[in-house]
Nanobody, 116 residues
Framework: QVQFVESGGGLVQPGGSLRLSCAGS????????MGWYRQAPGNQREWVAA???????TYADSVKGRFTISRDDANNTVYLQMNSLKPEDTAVYYC??????????WGQGTQVTVSS
């Protein structure tokens, strides 16, 4: 199974910023749209943002205007720049293809905590 590795999470105050990274295989990044997802305690995993193989982004309404997704295919990496963070953004963030594929195993994710 294919798996991605997420990093970049941490503890940040409301209004702060973080940049998440997701590393994976060249085969995947070259051929699939990629997405960021998050799961808060007690909630189901939800879609946050996606970027096509041609670089066209889409966002959930809850993060539109605050988050930016980008991809660096040369380095097989997808990023999520998160600005103006809110406590409700607190969650474990994951990356996967968009939509998620059954043959891609969910990684460990990276914890984002927004708190004063």
């Amino acid at each position: 199974q294919v798996q991605f590795v997420e990093s970049g999470g941490g503890l940040v105050q409301p209004g702060g910023s973080l940049r998440l990274s997701c590393a994976g295989s060249k085969t995947i990044f070259s051929n699939y749209a990629m997405g960021w997802y998050r799961q808060a305690p007690g909630n189901q995993r939800e879609w946050v943002a996606a970027i096509t193989s041609l670089g066209s982004p889409t966002y959930a309404d809850s993060v539109k205007g605050r988050f930016t997704i980008s991809r660096d295919d040369a380095n097989n990496t997808v990023y999520l720049q998160m600005n103006s963070l809110k406590p409700e953004d607190t969650a474990v963030y994951y990356c996967n293809t968009d939509p998620p594929r059954a043959w891609v195993r969910w990684g460990q994710g990276t914890q984002v905590t927004v708190s004063s």
